[in-house]
T-cell receptor
Framework: DAGVIQSPRHEVTEMGQEVTLRCKPISGHDYLFWYRQTMMRGLELLIY????????DSGMPEDRFSAKMPNASFSTLKIQPSEPRDSAVYFC??????????FGEGSRLTVL | SQQGEEDPQALSIQEGENATMNCSYK?????LQWYRQNSGRGLVHLIL?????REKHSGRLRVTLDTSKKSSSLLITASRAADTASYFCALTGQAGTALIFGKGTTLSVSS
């Protein structure tokens, strides 16, 4: 398997623009997680899905953030409108049951 | 909070020395996991220890878990320069809730 695939790897955008980050989990995994990593706040859980259903989105910072998982092989995290404080590395991860998480390489977002 | 807290925040050692990192937490857990992150990369799973286990080994890694003290430790023996990375503990709650990560320990191994 190719592992968890995220795109884009790098995104530079201007404040106010819409940003869409994409994730393809490992086939057969029933959990998908979105994390955000910054120097100040560390690795924060934003939202996670089980069998495509959002289970806990309490980590989503504001209504500007939304996430979807239309099917078992694809998820998106959208920020609209983006702000400079959203600059971070966004990770997608997937797993089966309560086991180990497999992380993608991350999407580094810079909002100017 | 389900978040684990690693200690120390930073650790610098020489090649060949052992490195010990600790993780403390406050809630009941299903399992505790350790991950490594090299600079600019995603996290990589190292080892998982279940709440009914006390010790696990994997190569040069040894993990212990003390549920009465709500703490875990990761020992890397005979460290190498390639072990330089950040190390995180993550908790899965008893209800199987999501992994919450601590802020990590940054390990520097110099040759």
């Amino acid at each position: 398997d190719a592992g968890v695939i995220q795109s884009p790897r790098h995104e530079v955008t201007e404040m106010g623009q819409e940003v869409t980050l994409r994730c393809k989990p490992i086939s057969g995994h029933d959990y998908l997680f979105w994390y955000r990593q910054t120097m100040m706040r560390g690795l924060e859980l934003l939202i996670y899905f089980n069998n495509n259903v959002p289970i806990d989105d309490s980590g989503m910072p504001e209504d500007r953030f939304s996430a979807k998982m239309p099917n078992a092989s694809f998820s998106t995290l959208k920020i609209q409108p983006s702000e400079p404080r959203d600059s971070a590395v966004y990770f997608c991860a997937s797993r089966t049951g309560f086991g180990e998480l497999f992380f993608g390489e991350g999407s580094r977002l810079t909002v100017l | 909070s389900q978040q684990g807290e690693e200690d120390p925040q930073a650790l610098s050692i020489q090649e060949g020395e052992n490195a010990t990192m600790n993780c403390s937490y406050k809630t009941s857990i299903n399992n505790l996991q350790w991950y490594r992150q090299n600079s600019g990369r995603g996290l990589v799973h190292l080892i998982l220890i279940r709440s009914n286990e006390r010790e696990k080994h994997s190569g040069r890694l040894r993990v212990t878990l003390d549920t009465s003290k709500k703490s875990s430790s990761l020992l890397i023996t005979a460290s190498r320069a390639a072990d330089t990375a950040s190390y995180f503990c993550a908790l899965t709650g008893q209800a199987g809730t999501a992994l919450i990560f601590g802020k990590g320990t940054t390990l520097s191994v110099s040759s």
